[in-house]
């Protein structure tokens, strides 16, 4: 978000680090990339800020005026390009991993076309590109400026900020937790802006749930909430909502000044409506932002969650609305098929639901077939079409078959997601196997953190007889009364 490296303040310097190693072990053909390494130094935990380049790797790509040094150099100051932030700038960013589209630019990416423009560059032994473009000067004299004009201790304090959350995260990865948390905790005094402190903070919150500190979380996540911006309420009401406080989770992300119409914040909504029983709510809540996303994944997915919440609300036309614009942007998905047999099963055409029940079995199985060449290794994915084939031969009834694609998962689910376990529990319930489906539930009792509606057992109807079963109490303990308790 700032492009420039705040000097320390011990030396009013600042450092840039650079390592140089042989070649990437895992990936030969990297030639360099941005890095960070968290230290402690005098006490305090710091996120040092650098790149690795591959020398070995770079030799290999000389050729006649591309000379070694050439390259070097080239990939030298396109590394220190992203760490001093280029390019964020969308006029000019190539994609998601910050390059320019600039084909002149040092932080251009290495595509055909751009590949293809460079090496005829060097073979006419014209040059390589050595610099940044126009756009990516015009960006960084634009941070500069902004430095001037928010003020020296304002950017401190984001850039504070960053380090903090980014160096926590290091140690988190490396087992070092007391460190990362520690590490966030010295940071707030001396952050200035309320943003700041909410990014932080909402951090802190994240690390103390997973560490079994839930209410020191929950007291941490209101304090992120009552400072401006959506970040702090949305992690809180999320919060509120593992705990079964829904109808309070709804009023925490309406209580700001600016509603929160950001997509993760409108999940957050959704969830708490739908923990009410609003589905046709929480359906409303999620169709404001149906054409809108940036990425197809994204919509497909939010298609499938309207299309989810239409069906639990018993919405026939939303039903089918989705259904079409599901059909025409990505085809006929295993989903599809099932909640078109579903409709069709509805509205009394038994014909057309026999034959999308077929259909959606049959589509299940070459997923399987597909994915099965990868089962040694990719098991994950395969696994995850297993489960999938699991729940669609369950709905159909075929418990033999059924129970046989479980036992395949079974064998197959090492380091299976919590989300995992809970459709396996799903698929044992509609086939009746309650037991079975009991003993998926108790993989991840103590381990289990719904994040949204998705995966809150206490939304999900196939679970309502497992609430009193023995082992499962704590599973449940935050899901509201049923109605007439």
């Given at each position: 978000?700032?492009?420039?490296?705040?000097?320390?303040?011990?030396?009013?310097?600042?450092?840039?680090?650079?390592?140089?190693?042989?070649?990437?072990?895992?990936?030969?053909?990297?030639?360099?990339?941005?890095?960070?390494?968290?230290?402690?130094?005098?006490?305090?935990?710091?996120?040092?800020?650098?790149?690795?380049?591959?020398?070995?790797?770079?030799?290999?790509?000389?050729?006649?005026?591309?000379?070694?040094?050439?390259?070097?150099?080239?990939?030298?100051?396109?590394?220190?390009?992203?760490?001093?932030?280029?390019?964020?700038?969308?006029?000019?960013?190539?994609?998601?991993?910050?390059?320019?589209?600039?084909?002149?630019c040092v932080m251009n990416t290495l595509n055909w076309r751009t590949a293809a423009y460079w090496s005829l560059s060097g073979i006419l032994g014209i040059w390589l590109p050595r610099n940044f473009c126009k756009d990516c000067r015009e960006d960084i004299r634009r941070a500069k400026n902004r430095w001037s004009r928010e003020g020296e201790a304002a950017l401190r304090s984001?850039?504070?900020?960053?380090?903090?959350?980014?160096?926590?995260?290091?140690?988190?990865?490396?087992?070092?937790?007391?460190?990362?948390?520690?590490?966030?905790?010295?940071?707030?005094?001396?952050?200035?802006?309320?943003?700041?402190?909410?990014?932080?903070?909402?951090?802190?919150?994240?690390?103390?749930?997973?560490?079994?500190?839930?209410?020191?979380?929950?007291?941490?996540?209101?304090?992120?909430?009552?400072?401006?911006?959506?970040?702090?309420?949305?992690?809180?009401?999320?919060?509120?909502?593992?705990?079964?406080?829904?109808?309070?989770?709804?009023?925490?992300?309406?209580?700001?000044?600016?509603?929160?119409?950001?997509?993760?914040?409108?999940?957050?909504?959704?969830?708490?409506?739908?923990?009410?029983?609003?589905?046709?709510?929480?359906?409303?809540?999620?169709?404001?932002?149906?054409?809108?996303?940036?990425?197809?994944?994204?919509?497909?997915?939010?298609?499938?969650?309207?299309?989810?919440?239409?069906?639990?609300?018993?919405?026939?036309?939303?039903?089918?609305?989705?259904?079409?614009?599901?059909?025409?942007?990505?085809?006929?998905?295993?989903?599809?098929?099932?909640?078109?047999?579903?409709?069709?099963?509805?509205?009394?055409?038994?014909?057309?639901?026999?034959?999308?029940?077929?259909?959606?079995?049959?589509?299940?199985?070459?997923?399987?077939?597909?994915?099965?060449?990868?089962?040694?290794?990719?098991?994950?994915?395969?696994?995850?079409?297993?489960?999938?084939?699991?729940?669609?031969?369950?709905?159909?009834?075929?418990?033999?078959?059924?129970?046989?694609?479980?036992?395949?998962?079974?064998?197959?689910?090492?380091?299976?997601?919590?989300?995992?376990?809970?459709?396996?529990?799903?698929?044992?319930?509609?086939?009746?196997?309650?037991?079975?489906?009991?003993?998926?539930?108790?993989?991840?009792?103590?381990?289990?953190?719904?994040?949204?509606?998705?995966?809150?057992?206490?939304?999900?109807?196939?679970?309502?007889?497992?609430?009193?079963?023995?082992?499962?109490?704590?599973?449940?303990?935050?899901?509201?009364?049923?109605?007439?308790?």
């Amino acid at each position: 978000k700032y492009i420039g490296n705040i000097p320390d303040e011990g030396t009013g310097k600042t450092t840039i680090y650079v390592l140089y190693l042989p070649y990437e072990r895992t990936a030969p053909a990297y030639l360099g990339y941005l890095r960070s390494w968290a230290i402690e130094r005098d006490g305090v935990h710091r996120l040092l800020t650098g790149a690795v380049l591959f020398s070995e790797s770079i030799k290999r790509q000389g050729f006649l005026w591309l000379t070694d040094s050439r390259i070097e150099r080239n990939v030298l100051v396109h590394e220190i390009g992203h760490v001093l932030g280029l390019v964020e700038n969308r006029a000019h960013a190539q994609d998601e991993a910050g390059h320019c589209t600039n084909a002149e630019c040092v932080m251009n990416t290495l595509n055909w076309r751009t590949a293809a423009y460079w090496s005829l560059s060097g073979i006419l032994g014209i040059w390589l590109p050595r610099n940044f473009c126009k756009d990516c000067r015009e960006d960084i004299r634009r941070a500069k400026n902004r430095w001037s004009r928010e003020g020296e201790a304002a950017l401190r304090s984001h850039w504070r900020s960053r380090q903090a959350r980014a160096g926590a995260g290091k140690l988190w990865s490396q087992q070092r937790r007391k460190d990362a948390v520690e590490l966030l905790e010295h940071a707030l005094p001396g952050l200035t802006e309320p943003e700041d402190h909410q990014a932080v903070e909402v951090s802190l919150g994240g690390y103390f749930e997973e560490l079994g500190y839930s209410d020191r979380a929950g007291k941490i996540y209101a304090t992120a909430a009552s400072r401006t911006g959506c970040e702090g309420k949305r992690r809180y009401a999320m919060w509120l909502n593992r705990r079964g406080a829904y109808g309070r989770g709804l009023e925490v992300l309406s209580e700001s000044a600016r509603p929160c119409t950001d997509r993760e914040s409108v999940g957050a909504t959704a969830w708490s409506m739908s923990g009410l029983g609003r589905f046709g709510d929480a359906a409303a809540a999620l169709q404001a932002y149906d054409g809108s996303r940036d990425t197809s994944v994204e919509q497909m997915n939010l298609n499938l969650e309207l299309l989810d919440l239409s069906v639990r609300a018993d919405l026939p036309e939303k039903i089918q609305a989705q259904l079409s614009k599901i059909e025409s942007r990505w085809g006929r998905s295993t989903r599809w098929l099932v909640a078109s047999w579903q409709l069709a099963k509805r509205s009394g055409n038994a014909a057309l639901a026999a034959s999308y029940r077929e259909q959606a079995v049959i589509n299940a199985r070459n997923r399987v077939r597909f994915f099965s060449q990868y089962k040694t290794t990719a098991p994950a994915s395969y696994a995850v079409q297993l489960r999938k084939l699991a729940s669609v031969q369950a709905l159909r009834g075929e418990g033999e078959d059924a129970r046989a694609t479980l036992a395949l998962w079974n064998e197959s689910n090492e380091g299976a997601a919590t989300s995992e376990w809970l459709e396996v529990a799903r698929a044992y319930s509609v086939l009746g196997d309650l037991e079975e489906a009991r003993n998926a539930l108790l993989e991840i009792v103590g381990v289990h953190r719904p994040s949204d509606l998705w995966s809150d057992p206490c939304i999900i109807e196939e679970f309502d007889h497992f609430r009193d079963s023995a082992g499962l109490e704590s599973f449940f303990a935050h899901c509201p009364p049923r109605a007439g308790e």
